[in-house]
């Protein structure tokens, strides 16, 4: 995909510095939009986006990769825009015939999709990486930016429910999230290294900035925190780490998000995202809906922007990641701010 709307303030930002790197951590739907606007904001051989690989699971015999599926064909413009997972103009004949069959059909795989599948799961079996994989499919869809799964070993998302302990699309597809969850664990993420790519950008003199997507902080960006040393690599990345709110107007913009804040008892509100984040977090951008928030967030010493952050449209997504990047350009490193306030960084 080609680069092809640049603003003036996106020129800057690559004026500063013409080698930078913008680093994004993303889960599926929410963060492939915001992707998609920053490929329009800087050149696309600029981003590397890691994506969450805990929703992850094999269903039929096939390997599926729901996130970064999503990230690889939303950046490619062949994303159902409906749905915001799977292919656009996509047919379902497999699907109906195993429908006809009695077969499994709670999760729906569209034809073009399960080549996907397929050739993923064939060259997962003949011992290729997940991301050797996902940058050669990357390459055959147009994309000029690095999409990389959080590690190659594997990592899935467990959501313990009253109901007991679902498997990740179990809970969200399956049983559309209805069970009350009580808590999540990241099975594997212990023993996961992180893809070398991933901590080799943190440490990089190149990057520019981390960004953290408005995706599900738990369910979809806490996976990727999980793998090994990826949570310490951003406490001591040197640059501004940078959250877009999920939530607009004390509300998931879609998702679980704030049902599963509500059910783990925390208030569904920007600040408990920042706060959740404050660890790592240098300045977090929030709706101007949620504008009430910014004077406690910036009680954590993290620097707030507030902005309109619904993503309608490809020119909204655009605008979002502008501001996004000049915000991040602009913004100094907490640990200078808890200083100048006189208050202690978070313990590495
Ligand atoms: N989400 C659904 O709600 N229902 C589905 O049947 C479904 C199928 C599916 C197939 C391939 C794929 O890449 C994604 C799919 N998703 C489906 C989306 C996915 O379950 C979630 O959006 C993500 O895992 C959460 O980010």
Not at 15 to 36: F, H, N, Q, R, V
Not at 51 to 61: A, Q, R
Not at 217 to 246: H, K, M, N, T, W
Request: a negative charge.
């Amino acid at each position: 995909m080609t680069c092809s709307v640049f603003t003036v303030s996106s020129e800057n930002f690559l004026l500063g510095s013409p080698e930078s790197t913008i680093l994004a951590l993303s889960g599926g739907i929410g963060g492939a939009k915001l992707a998609l606007g920053l490929t329009q904001a800087i050149p696309p051989e600029k981003l590397m986006i890691v994506g969450n690989i805990g929703d992850d699971f094999v269903h039929c015999g096939l390997h599926i990769s729901p996130d970064l599926d999503t990230l690889m064909y939303t950046l490619s413009g062949k994303s159902d825009p409906e749905k915001g997972w799977g292919l656009a103009g996509e047919s379902w004949a497999v699907m109906q015939a195993m429908e006809d069959m009695g077969g499994e059909t709670w999760f729906q795989l569209g034809d073009r999709d399960l080549a996907t599948h397929l050739e993923r799961t064939r060259r997962l079996s003949e011992g290729d990486s997940l991301s050797d994989i996902t940058t050669d499919f990357c390459h055959k869809f147009g994309i000029d930016s690095q999409i990389i799964p959080a590690s190659n070993d594997s990592v899935r998302t467990i959501v313990e429910t009253t109901e007991g302990d679902l498997s990740f699309q179990n809970y969200f597809v399956q049983n559309r999230c209805q069970p009350i969850a009580t808590g999540l664990r990241f099975q594997g993420a212990d023993k996961a290294l992180p893809h070398p790519e991933f901590i080799k950008i943190l440490q990089s003199p190149f990057l520019k900035a981390v960004l953290i997507c408005p995706s599900n902080p738990f369910l979809s960006i806490d996976p990727i925190l999980a793998v090994q040393g990826v949570r310490e690599a951003l406490r001591g990345c040197s640059v501004p780490v940078i959250a877009v709110s999920p939530i607009i107007g004390s509300d998931s913009v879609k998702g679980p998000t704030a049902k599963y804040m509500r059910e783990l008892g925390l208030p569904v509100s920007a600040t408990a995202v920042a706060n959740y984040y404050s660890d790592f977090l240098d300045g977090f951008i929030l709706d101007t809906q949620d504008e009430k928030d910014a004077s406690e967030i910036r009680k954590m010493s993290i620097s707030v922007k507030v902005a309109e952050i619904l993503m309608k449209d490809l020119a909204t997504k655009t605008k979002l990641a502008n501001t996004v990047l000049d915000f991040s350009n602009n913004c100094s490193k907490r640990s200078l701010n808890l200083q100048k306030n006189g208050l202690k960084s978070p313990q590495l």
